[in-house]
């Protein structure tokens, strides 16, 4: 499912216009997104959660040249899904 496949159910199911859900679903994303990048925890109970951490730097291997490199750390984001879910 696409963007536009999810703003047509939610146009059905919650009897919006589509415009309607489109700011909606962006509103949804903006938020997420927003409490991501201060680092906060997102729940939706009996969906997941989203949660920012920290992946530590490690050693890698250029594919092409076959050194060995230092790849540094960095935040990423990561999803459980909720009980329901599953």
Known sequence: ?????LIDAITKDANLTK??????????????KGALKQEERVALVGFGSWSVTER??????NPQTG???TIPSKKVVKFRPGAELK
């Open 67 to 69: 050194k060995t490199i």
């Open 19 to 32: 415009a309607d859900a489109g700011k909606a679903l962006d509103a949804f994303v903006n938020n997420v």
């Open 1 to 5: 499912m696409n963007k536009a496949e």
């Open 56 to 61: 530590a730097s490690r050693t890698g291997r």
